[in-house]
């Protein structure tokens, strides 16, 4: 399985940023998705995560982050509105439980004024 993050990038906070997440291997229509994210130093967290009975977030997230998904793109969308500093992190998609697919290189997410 190979996983593809993209879209990280530097933001200001209060600004936006869209990641996409593909995996020709991995249906995401059929498949609970989550967008996970690690700081160095601090464990792995799941930021959202979308089933077949709807999405579920972090608390600290709820309200700025939207997660969708793609049945004919087959992709996994994370939009970030009102990015914080405390939202840096290099983002990671894959199923939000293990079993885990092999992880991606993630993207790396900065919000610096």
């Known amino acids: 399985v190979h996983i593809v993050e993209s879209g990280g990038g530097l933001a200001q906070p209060g600004g936006s940023l869209t990641l996409s997440c593909t995996a020709a291997e991995i249906s995401f229509s059929l498949n609970s998705m989550g967008w996970h994210r690690r700081v160095p130093g601090k464990q792995r967290e799941l930021v959202a995560h979308?089933?077949?009975?709807?999405?579920n977030y972090l608390e600290s997230v709820k309200g700025r982050f939207t997660i969708s998904r793609d049945a004919r793109m087959n992709t996994l969308t994370l939009q970030m509105n009102n990015l914080q500093p405390e939202d840096t992190a290099v983002y990671y998609c894959?199923?939000?439980?293990?079993?885990?697919?092999?992880w991606g290189q993630g993207t790396q997410v900065t919000v610096s004024s």
């Open positions: 979308i089933t077949s009975k709807g999405t």
């Open positions: 894959n199923s939000p439980w293990p079993p885990f697919h092999t």
